[in-house]
């Protein structure tokens, strides 16, 4: 089921919001960081998803049936640590592999970084694998994203897409 803010304009009839990396990045995240130009139809919630569990966060979406994407901040695991912090509800993400840079069209430029992550149930090392699949985006520079306040724990703001 398609979800949409009602303060938002109608989508026309066969809308599907399906970004390319690049367009997540230039479109969205870096826009949504910088407050500049944003657009006007509200698609991507903003959810601290590392809150909740996976199967909760379709229901928290603006739009989307198969994949969901959220705006989410990062939160560092140590206060002077440079680590991410993803424990998320019952359970906690990890990353799967490197991180993908993603690149102008031409190639000549990177402007972000993907990395892939997967939801597991309980405990680290011990939790049991879902096939909860999340796609974190994060600008390639981030220190000026958020403001870095001495000794918070907030790291960056990052796109998110859950499948």
């Known amino acids: 089921m398609e979800r949409m803010n009602m303060s938002s304009p109608e989508l026309p009839p066969g ?17 949504k960081v910088s407050s500049s130009s944003y657009p ?5 919630a903003d959810v601290d998803i590392y809150k909740f569990n996976p199967w909760d966060l379709p229901g928290k979406a603006l739009f989307g049936e198969n994949e969901w994407f959220f705006f989410s901040p990062r939160d560092r695991k140590y206060p002077n640590g440079v680590r991410p912090n993803r424990a998320a509800g019952s359970g906690y993400c990890k990353a799967t592999g490197t991180d993908k840079p993603i690149l102008t069209s031409n190639g000549s430029q990177c402007l972000g970084v993907k990395k892939a992550l997967v939801f597991y149930k309980g405990r680290p090392p011990k939790g049991t694998k879902t096939s909860w699949l999340m796609l974190e985006y994060r600008l390639l520079d981030d220190t000026h994203h958020l403001h870095r306040l001495r000794g918070s724990m907030r790291v960056s ?5 859950l499948r």
């Open 40 to 44: 006007e139809v509200s698609i991507i």
């Open 157 to 161: 703001l990052v796109s998110c897409s």
């Open 15 to 31: 809308f599907r919001f399906h970004p390319t990396d690049q367009e997540l990045i230039i479109h969205y995240l870096k826009k």
